[in-house]
């Protein structure tokens, strides 16, 4: 059997690397496995954790394995009576509207600063910068009120309606987004009769994929590990999500740790997944070749 193909490039760099630049690549590859094994390790010790009994728990250390590497008795009390699973449902339905509605407001207005000339344009941008700097907390009570007022406190809405608010961060990445795509298919489609919303739709948001897939992370991140939002505006037990289900977990008197190590893992592993399966778009561009 032949060996490994190197490419001819790849063999002539290997060559010229002297003894103190080999040194400089072995340190750099042994930075990135130490690096990998302080982000995995509190991983792997919560792991161990949930498949530990309670006597186990407070009777070993964080890095003994438990005796029965097949226990699931945490997971499923984490399920049962943690009510995770209402939880992941409650969780489910607030991200999938919040994170849409967020892709099609922050897109709608980059289009809208990006494509458009219009009065006080400038000042409008100016105010979307200005808002960041605003602490939240001082907001609260008027926020409250105005949730309140409305008819949502207590209801998944509230949630959604606070998180669908303008996110500065998803317009902020469209608009970067929209400028690296040239305005000639603009021109191209309005020449062939499509209107400004056909434009955004038919034309710029299939482009966009990159930047879409980059808010929907970003996005169902902050929504998925919310905590203080579903706390204070849905304090019914049945509209809990899945933070507050772990939160639930701690009583006056103490802490079930071992199964809030296998709640935290039920929570990790969907986020693992849908990184995994969208980490590619973010790095692949669309529009390359659209000119042609």
Do not use: C, H
Request: glycine fraction near 8%; hydrophobic fraction near 55%.
């Amino acid at each position: 059997m032949t060996g490994v193909l190197v490419p001819r490039r790849t063999r002539r760099r290997n060559r010229r690397l002297t003894p103190a630049g080999r040194l400089a690549v072995a340190l750099k590859y042994l930075s990135l496995v130490a690096a990998s094994a302080v982000v995995m390790l509190p991983i792997v010790v919560v792991f161990m954790a949930s498949l530990k009994t309670k006597d186990e728990f407070f009777g070993s250390r964080p890095f003994d394995p438990p005796g029965n590497w097949f226990n699931v008795d945490n997971y499923v009390t984490a399920f049962t009576k943690g009510g995770m699973v209402q939880g992941f449902v409650n969780t489910a339905i607030i991200l999938a509207i919040s994170v849409a509605g967020t892709v099609l407001l922050g897109s709608m207005a980059a289009y809208a600063l990006d494509r458009f000339d219009f009065r006080l344009k400038r000042l409008v941008i100016g105010a979307f910068l200005l808002a960041p700097l605003v602490p939240q907390v001082t907001t609260q009570v008027a926020t409250f009120q105005v949730v309140n007022t409305l008819g949502l406190y207590n209801t998944r809405w509230s949630a959604i309606a606070l998180f669908l608010g303008a996110d500065l961060l998803a317009i902020y990445i469209f608009l970067q987004f929209l400028r690296g795509i040239p305005r000639e298919l603009d021109e191209a489609a309005a020449l062939e009769g499509a209107n400004p919303f056909t434009i955004y739709w038919r034309v710029l948001l299939p482009l966009m994929k990159p930047a879409i897939a980059t808010v929907v992370i970003i996005k169902g991140v902050v929504v998925y590990n919310e905590f203080y939002i579903p706390f204070l505006y849905m304090p019914d037990r049945d509209l809990g999500v899945i933070s507050t289900s772990l939160f639930r977990f701690k009583g006056p008197f103490g802490a079930q740790w071992e199964v809030i190590s296998a709640g935290v893992i039920l929570v990790l592993v969907p986020t693992l997944l849908v990184f995994l399966a969208l980490q590619r778009f973010i790095y692949n561009g669309f529009t390359s070749g659209a000119i042609k």
